[in-house]
DNA sequence: TGTCCATTTGCAACATTGTTGCATAAAAAG
DNA sequence: CTTTTTATGCAACAATGTTGCAAATGGACA
């Protein structure tokens, strides 16, 4: 998606469409997978433009709450950001490099689940992350 | 279990039994949860066991690294430790309350999921958590 | 295009969670 | 009870994230 579309795409939603918000939705959109704040900021000095780490968690925090981007808990206590599948709304499966630590949004995959909750329990959402070793690293 | 019957286990196995080891598995066996690093501080003080910060730290990984306990990340960045079902050594579903927090382990749910992986991705292992009420919650 | 105002940004300081190095204390073996 | 190995406590550090506030800026409207 060009900075332009994206650009179009604040304006649509009668959002502030700043720099940082436009470099950093780019950042994650082109990713194609969950990337860490430490990652984005990488990204984003690439493309010459250096954020406060402070904007940054802001940044990342607004694009969440616009449901632009969503948050995942990564194994190393890290949030880990995607702009992968935030239309659809619908939870979907994470996959996990063992090896290199890359996460990757698995939104075409859709796991036939059957669970029973104990008495009491009150399902809400699953959340899956499967575990293994992605391409470039087998 | 009794703490005797703990300092009996870290005996056959070889493994210095000190009161901060004997205090913090009885508190995981008890709890019957995963606890997170602070909550088994709290309950180590309500037993009158008041532990270093680092200690504790050290000791949970010790007990992880004995198989004694195991790790999971928790939602809000932070490790939880649980010494239910790590005898079996298989990996079991977690629940983990969307209102109080509290995480249990599922041992005893039998998810059966059939997943199919993109091309050049190795499965090693699934990690399920289930989210929704716990019927203190409802 | 210039002005105004709510919002965003950057900076500094702080909070939480976890880790490392090292001297001292304690467990277990003989 | 002595010795040896290992665990503990303390201090300092590191990574990740948050809060308060003054200054800068986006966007609406004249």
């Given at each position: 998606m060009l900075q332009m579309d994206i650009m179009q795409l604040f304006k649509e939603r009668r959002l502030r469409a700043t720099p940082a918000r436009v470099s950093t939705l780019d950042v994650l959109l082109a990713a194609g997978r969950a990337l860490s704040h430490h990652e984005v900021e990488d990204a984003l000095a690439d493309k010459g433009e250096r954020l406060d780490r402070v904007t940054l968690y802001r940044t990342l925090d607004f694009l969440v709450e616009e449901s632009l981007a969503h948050r995942l808990s990564g194994e190393d206590r890290t949030w880990r950001f995607s702009a992968?599948?935030?239309?659809?709304g619908h939870a979907h499966p994470h996959f996990r490099c063992e090896r290199c630590g890359m996460t990757r949004c698995l939104s075409d995959l859709k796991p036939a689940m059957v669970v029973g909750l104990p008495e009491g329990y009150v399902f809400q959402q699953a959340e899956l992350t499967i575990r293994g070793l992605c391409p470039g690293c087998t």
């Open positions: 992968q599948g935030s239309h659809t």
